[in-house]
């Protein structure tokens, strides 16, 4: 699905550009929608189109199937182009920064000349955004801090962004002539949320045929560097890449060296010393004599060592527990035997309970929950006491119904209210298999009340698990402030399992947190949170997470089977 992300991208700025110029409302909903439907297509646009079926698609008509023809054949939309040389604002910058929207924007734009992160910062610095109509202080404040996040973020691309191009990527160089492998080294390889670039590693016979496919590949912006043994490029969607070729006997240092972190490195480098031996990116040296180069492991275990799966490596501790013999044996994604946190179109999710179903029989779930949101979160339809119950029972009628062989758990995602109660009555909560209680609103609480809020929602008894602890969304919003440490406190006390939200814009509890949360022996439910059926596969994200946050199996909650699971939900 290479090219989905990039057209996405360039609808969505053609939309914000339009509606800045604020001349076709109607063109601007239109790009939006388009937009909605290229994201959840779930299948490669580029296909559709050379199908001929792109009209197909909800919300493409024939202008913007036009569009993105020409999107494909020339790696641009000429409207676009046009509209970006009138109004030369950077929207799409603007526009990630939480509170500004298209609106904002353009009153920012026309009123005070805002064009970018700087002019904006500048403008909110010296109070003149407070003085706009409809603006006001509060309304200041939060954009800088909003620049500030965006700013944090905005030369690192979320690892799922990364993962949805790299792979066609790598199959590409893996065709070349002469090509023995591919391997993608750094922070990718480590899985942290976000990468600042890609680190292509090569083994090749012949070099020069490798960074030429490189350089020319077809969503390659431009090219930074070119040599015999290195290439960088910056691709279109911004996202920038290495490749360096690395001779066979050397693969394995190099593969060592590029993977990192840094710090891990160091600290390796340090032990080879200690043994009388040199370590660099080339092989692991005593004098001139090569002792170890061609594999990974081999590094590792001339250093006295066993290997370090690449999630570990970030000089947390990971060397110290080699050498201890108490390296956790982490979960896997083979492990998972379920899913406790989806949502349907009952409240915000696009799909029916029927599809989610089948998606979540596919992927071969012994169990799966359904767990919609309730009553007072109104933007997603939440239901009320009167709908869950109707959703008990088609729940009921579905797990007799023998169409699904997993079991159906019933379930909600409760909300929060501003004192810590719930918007749902006992004796609904006590009908249903899974209580996820979760915070969306007043996320700005200070820590004091927000950790009584949490702490408060966990004492009821029905409730089995917290939904994404901290309400992050990585690069748009920050951690709310909490106090986790007596919030793990109460839910140890009270049977309650932390969630670590699968969704790679969530990941949430983030590793540290994970860490601390499982040194208290709090369980772990890696959920997908899924609001559609495609985002059922998120759970490799989270399982990417878990690992990084030194999770084992038995750690998490849903790779019990079934009837253990049961037990435990019965507290
Ligand atoms: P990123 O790209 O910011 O997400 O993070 P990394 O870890 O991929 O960092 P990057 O791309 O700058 O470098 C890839 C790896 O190469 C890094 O994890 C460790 C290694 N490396 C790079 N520069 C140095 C260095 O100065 N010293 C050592 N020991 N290793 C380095
Ligand atoms: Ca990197
Ligand atoms: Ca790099
Ligand atoms: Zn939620």
């Given at each position: 699905?290479?090219?989905?992300?990039e057209?996405?991208?360039?609808?969505?700025?053609?939309?914000?550009?339009?509606?800045?110029?604020?001349?076709?409302?109607?063109?601007?909903?239109?790009y939006?929608?388009?937009?909605?439907?290229?994201t959840?297509?779930?299948?490669?646009?580029?296909?559709?189109?050379?199908?001929?079926?792109?009209?197909?698609?909800?919300?493409?008509?024939?202008g913007?199937?036009?569009?993105?023809?020409?999107y494909?054949?020339?790696?641009?939309i000429?409207?676009l182009?046009?509209?970006?040389?009138?109004?030369?604002?950077?929207v799409?910058?603007?526009?990630?920064?939480?509170?500004?929207?298209?609106?904002?924007?353009?009153?920012?734009?026309?009123?005070?000349?805002?064009?970018?992160?700087?002019s904006?910062?500048?403008?909110?610095?010296d109070?003149?955004?407070?003085?706009?109509k409809?603006?006001?202080?509060?309304?200041?404040t939060?954009?800088?801090?909003?620049?500030?996040l965006?700013?944090?973020?905005?030369?690192?691309?979320?690892?799922a962004?990364?993962?949805?191009v790299v792979?066609?990527?790598?199959?590409?160089?893996?065709?070349?002539?002469g090509?023995?492998?591919v391997?993608?080294?750094?922070?990718?390889?480590?899985?942290?949320e976000t990468?600042?670039d890609?680190?292509?590693?090569?083994?090749a016979?012949?070099?020069?045929?490798?960074?030429?496919?490189?350089?020319?590949?077809?969503?390659?912006?431009?090219?930074?560097?070119?040599?015999?043994?290195?290439?960088?490029?910056?691709?279109?969607?911004?996202?920038?890449?290495?490749?360096?070729?690395?001779?066979?006997?050397s693969?394995?240092?190099?593969?060592?060296?590029?993977t990192g972190?840094?710090?891990?490195?160091?600290?390796?480098?340090?032990?080879a010393?200690?043994?009388?031996l040199?370590?660099?990116e080339?092989?692991?040296?005593?004098?001139?004599?090569?002792?170890?180069?061609?594999?990974e492991?081999?590094?590792?275990?001339?250093?006295?060592?066993?290997?370090?799966?690449?999630?570990?490596?970030?000089?947390?501790?990971?060397?110290?527990?080699?050498?201890?013999?108490?390296?956790?044996?982490?979960?896997?994604?083979?492990?998972?035997?379920?899913?406790?946190?989806?949502?349907?179109?009952?409240?915000?999710?696009?799909?029916?309970?029927?599809?989610?179903?089948?998606?979540a029989?596919?992927?071969?779930?012994?169990?799966f929950?359904?767990?919609?949101?309730?009553?007072?979160?109104?933007?997603?339809?939440?239901?009320?006491?009167?709908?869950?119950?109707e959703?008990?029972?088609?729940?009921?009628?579905?797990n007799t119904?023998?169409?699904?062989d997993?079991?159906?758990?019933?379930?909600?995602?409760?909300?929060?209210?501003?004192?810590?109660?719930?918007?749902?009555?006992d004796?609904?909560?006590a009908?249903?298999d899974?209580?996820t209680?979760?915070?969306h609103?007043?996320?700005?609480?200070?820590k004091?009340?927000?950790?009584?809020?949490?702490?408060?929602?966990?004492e009821?008894?029905?409730?089995?698990?917290?939904?994404h602890p901290t309400?992050?969304?990585?690069?748009?919003?920050?951690?709310?402030?909490?106090?986790?440490?007596?919030?793990?406190?109460?839910?140890?006390?009270?049977?309650?399992a932390?969630e670590?939200?699968?969704?790679?814009?969530?990941?949430?509890?983030?590793?540290?947190?994970?860490?601390?949360?499982?040194?208290m022996?709090?369980?772990?439910?890696?959920?997908?949170?899924?609001?559609k059926?495609?985002?059922?596969?998120?759970?490799?994200?989270?399982?990417?997470?878990?690992?990084?946050g030194?999770?084992?199996?038995?750690d998490?909650?849903?790779?019990?089977?079934?009837?253990d699971?049961?037990?435990?939900?019965?507290?």
């Open positions: 699905m290479a090219k989905n992300a057209i996405a991208r360039a609808l969505k700025e053609l939309a914000l550009l339009v509606e800045i110029e604020g001349k076709e409302k109607y063109a601007a909903r239109a939006k929608r388009a937009v909605r439907s290229i959840s297509l779930g299948e490669d646009i580029e296909a559709v189109a050379n199908r001929e079926e792109l009209e197909s698609i909800p919300g493409i008509g024939k913007i199937s036009k569009k993105i023809r020409r494909l054949e020339t790696g641009s000429p409207l182009e046009r509209l970006r040389a009138r109004i030369p604002v950077k799409m910058v603007l526009d990630s920064i939480p509170g500004v929207g298209p609106k904002t924007i353009a009153l920012l734009y026309h009123e005070l000349g805002v064009t970018d992160l700087d904006l910062e500048k403008a909110a610095r109070g003149k955004i407070a003085l706009l409809g603006m006001g202080k509060k309304t200041e939060q954009i800088i801090e909003g620049i500030d965006v700013r944090s973020g905005l030369d690192r691309t979320l690892l962004d990364a993962m949805s792979e066609t990527i790598r199959q590409k160089i893996q065709n070349v002539d090509v023995n492998q391997v993608i080294a750094g922070s990718y390889r480590r899985r942290r990468v600042g890609l680190d292509f590693l090569v083994d016979d012949d070099p020069e045929l490798v960074m030429e496919a490189f350089s020319t590949l077809d969503n390659v912006q431009d090219v930074l560097v070119k040599g015999p043994t290195k290439t960088a490029v910056r691709l279109k969607s911004s996202l920038q890449m290495d490749l360096r070729v690395i001779p066979t006997e693969f394995g240092a190099g593969l060592q060296y590029f972190s840094v710090d891990h490195n160091v600290r390796l480098r340090g032990i010393r200690s043994m009388g040199k370590l660099n080339y092989g692991l040296y005593r004098d001139e004599e090569l002792v170890a180069g061609e594999r492991e081999d590094i590792y275990e001339s250093l006295g060592l066993a290997w370090i799966t690449p999630e570990l490596r970030e000089n947390h501790g990971e060397i110290d527990a080699v050498k201890n013999g108490t390296l956790p044996h982490l979960v896997k994604l083979d492990d998972i035997r379920g899913d406790l946190h989806s949502h349907t179109d009952q409240s915000d999710g696009s799909n029916t309970i029927e599809e989610m179903l089948d998606a029989a596919e992927r071969e779930h012994e169990y929950c359904v767990s919609d949101h309730t009553q007072s979160l109104t933007i997603a339809n939440g239901m009320d006491e009167e709908r869950l119950l959703r008990i029972e088609e729940i009921d009628t579905l119904s023998g169409k699904w997993m079991m159906i758990l019933k379930g909600a995602e409760v909300d929060i209210l501003a004192d810590g109660t719930l918007d749902i009555t004796d609904v909560l009908q249903l899974v209580v209680v979760s915070v609103s007043r996320m700005k609480d200070s004091k009340v927000m950790t009584e809020r949490v702490c408060t929602a966990l009821n008894k029905h409730v089995h698990l917290l939904g309400g992050r969304l990585i690069g748009k919003r920050a951690e709310f402030e909490i106090d986790l440490e007596p919030v793990f406190e109460v839910a140890k006390k009270n049977q309650v932390m670590l939200n699968a969704n790679p814009y969530r990941l949430d509890l983030n590793p540290g947190n994970l860490r601390a949360a499982i040194n022996d709090l369980k772990i439910a890696i959920n997908t949170d899924a609001h059926v495609s985002e059922l596969d998120y759970m490799k994200f989270g399982i990417f997470q878990a690992r990084r030194w999770i084992t199996k038995s998490v909650l849903n790779t019990m089977a079934l009837k699971l049961q037990k435990w939900l019965k507290k």
